[in-house]
């Protein structure tokens, strides 16, 4: 069964630093990659989504990820990162096996001042 | 705009009720999907609903029920609260089963 991997429960990183949030899934043929974003007290917004062609996707807020298939990872990135970019960060999976969105356990970006 | 509503965004309740939750999409999505969300599980699915009057089972169906009578709403349905569901509840609705879901701003359901 597909299964998704956040390896960190938080991230804490200085405010105009970069940030990194990693975010690996089980092998399948042919998967689709989403990196979601939920600020406190709010439903999930879609930051960015990886279906096909080029592996570097941008996304909304000045994020990226990049998908690496032989890595089975789609890590998330901002070069600057901001105070109001404090929120949870979901990374989802699903594939032409398994239509069903796979949610990892999510990242809290914590932003120090 | 697609937007997604769901009926409160804090609820308390008594052990033993009947609680209803629901949810509208205004985008005449196919597929709709009923999430629970606690700290350190991430989203689990509950239920997602293909089709009107069509359900599916997602990981966690035990102690819900839901109901689509109509393609907009979703309705999630506690049928004797338990503390245990004490959860936030996400509803999502997409055009496509494996392509981007667009969520609601979940209700916060506390069960007494």
């Known amino acids: 069964a597909q299964s998704v991997t956040q390896l960190d429960s938080q991230v804490p990183v200085f405010e105009e630093a970069p940030v990194e949030l990693r975010c690996n899934y089980s092998s399948s043929v042919s998967v689709y990659l989403f990196w979601y974003v939920q600020y406190p007290n709010q439903g999930l917004q879609l930051l960015l989504k990886y279906l096909s062609g080029s592996t570097l996707v941008k996304g909304i807020n000045g994020f990226e990820a990049e998908f690496n298939k032989s890595q089975t990872s789609f890590h998330l990135r901002k070069p600057s990162v901001h105070i109001s970019d404090t929120a949870e960060y979901f990374c989802a999976v699903s594939s032409d096996s398994n239509y069903q969105l796979i949610w990892g356990a999510g990242t809290k970006l914590i932003i120090k001042p | 705009d697609v937007k997604v509503t769901q009926s409160s965004r804090y609820l308390v309740k008594r052990t033993g009720e009947k609680v209803f939750l629901e949810c509208v999409q205004d985008?005449?999505?196919?597929?709709m999907f009923w999430y629970r969300q606690d700290p350190g599980l991430g989203l689990r699915l509950i239920y997602f609903?293909?089709?009107?009057?069509?359900?599916e089972k997602g990981d966690i169906p035990e102690g819900y029920s839901v109901s689509r009578e109509k393609k907009e709403r979703f309705s999630l349905i506690l049928e004797s609260a338990s503390t245990n569901q004490t959860s936030m509840y996400l509803c999502a609705s997409s055009l496509l089963l494996a392509d981007e879901q667009f969520f609601g701003p979940g209700t916060r359901l506390t069960v007494l």
């Open positions: 609903s293909y089709d009107v009057k069509m359900k």
């Open positions: 985008m005449d999505h196919e597929n």
